[in-house]
């Protein structure tokens, strides 16, 4: 499914570069923007509450379309941590879970949700080549050959097609996300998990250490971690 601020679904406040953060407005000056400007929209886009909501609405549409009361789930990255948080709070619907390197686990963070929502800020963060692609897989694969020549380029284009604005900010383009404020997702929601789980790592993602903190949390009795063999956090286009 595509969330709030990815792809096909809504971008509030996505579209005007002002947006981002002054760390991120620097990847597009001077191409898209002249010089730093004060975000329009002074707060971070969305939260564990509204992409809990969104997860719920398809997982409820899908139980009603297929005529069954549970779904099995798989959430990569930043998927763990919405499904992660969705399925502590409606396991109910759920029959299966599998996890692909989730991000942003840790038992330390907090379980209640701000004070102040929407948290202060700016809606848009970017994400350029070099710190997508060179930075974040390239720079992180140790394993001759387990990439296919041309394949990082062929992803990348890909993303254009999928964030046709995005790709014409910068010099080089970008993919744009929605910044976040999270809570949950801790040693607490995992423990509430009961559903057979299955989490997944590549061998080379810095995320095997909090997943492996996870899969020791989860409260289910039916739960497997996989380590997979030179892969890095893209194992999926490996």
């Known amino acids: ?30 191409n898209t923007l002249k010089e730093p400007c004060e975000p329009a929209y002074k707060f971070e886009l969305v939260n564990s509450d509204s992409e809990t909501d969104d997860i719920h609405a398809v997982v409820d549409y899908i139980r009603k379309l297929r005529k069954v009361d549970k779904i099995n789930l798989i959430g990569w990255s930043g998927g763990g941590i919405r499904l992660g948080t969705f399925v502590s709070r409606h396991q ?15 038992r330390k963070n907090p379980d209640e949700r701000p004070t102040d929502l929407p948290s202060a800020g700016a809606p848009v963060t970017l994400q350029d080549y070099e710190t997508g692609i060179q930075k974040r897989w390239l720079g992180t694969s140790k394993c001759a050959e387990s990439i ?3 394949v990082p380029e062929y992803i990348w284009a ?9 790709a014409t900010w910068g010099s080089g383009g970008g993919l744009r996300a929605p910044t976040r404020t999270y ?36 409260g289910a009795q039916k739960k497997v971690f ?4 030179c892969a890095t956090h893209f194992v999926v286009w490996e």
């Open 226 to 229: 996989m380590s997979i063999a």
């Open 92 to 106: 109910e619907k759920v029959e299966r879970f599998v996890i692909l390197a989730s991000s942003n686990y840790s």
């Open 148 to 150: 296919e020549p041309g």
């Open 183 to 218: 809570w949950g997702w801790n040693a607490n929601a995992a423990k509430k998990i009961t559903v057979p789980t299955l989490v997944m790592v590549g061998e080379q993602d810095d995320l095997m250490k909090s997943n492996l903190e996870l899969i020791d949390d989860l």
């Open 1 to 30: 499914m595509d969330m709030t601020g990815y792809s096909r679904s809504s971008r509030p406040m996505m579209d005007n570069p002002c947006n981002m953060p002054p760390a991120f407005q620097k990847l597009v000056i001077p």
């Open 158 to 166: 890909l993303n254009g097609q999928y964030d046709p604005l995005g």
